[in-house]
């Protein structure tokens, strides 16, 4: 092999291994659902892994990251309306967001794709 095939094998490898690290975030994110503390490590791991990973990859991490930080924002609104009555129907809303952007997350992820617009707050 090559000099150049081999350094390409090793960035392929390391791409490969970042990869995993994006892919354990949306995982912990989803069972932060239940466990609320794997939220908070995968939002730990995503800002710790942004700095040195593909730009690709920063896409996910950055959308990671507002994921998290978006939801708890909504997750505090509904918290806080929950005398109103409209609160159960914020944090519903909520959790189906949040939940459809780790999968779509998720989706790119497997697909070796950037997320497409990673500030968006939507989808």
């Given at each position: 092999?090559?000099?150049?095939?081999?350094?390409?094998?090793?960035?392929?490898?390391?791409?490969?291994?970042?990869a995993k690290m994006a892919q354990i975030v949306?995982?912990?994110y989803l069972v932060g659902i239940a466990i609320g503390l794997t939220g908070l490590i995968g939002l730990i791991m995503a800002y710790v892994n942004k700095g040195d990973a593909a730009d690709w990859l920063k896409s996910?991490?950055?959308?990671?990251?507002?994921t998290f930080w978006i939801g708890l924002l909504f997750a505090v609104i509904g918290g806080a309306t929950m005398g109103?009555?409209?609160g159960?129907?914020?944090?519903?809303a909520t959790f189906?967001?949040?939940v459809?952007?780790?999968?779509?997350?998720l989706k790119f992820l497997s697909?070796?794709?950037a997320v497409p617009n990673p500030t968006t707050w939507i989808w």
């Open positions: 092999m090559t000099d150049n095939a081999t350094d390409q094998a090793i960035e392929k490898a390391k791409a490969k291994g970042a949306y995982i912990l996910h991490y950055q959308f990671q990251i507002r109103f009555g409209v159960f129907l914020i944090i519903f189906v967001w949040f459809v952007r780790c999968v779509k997350g697909k070796e794709e």
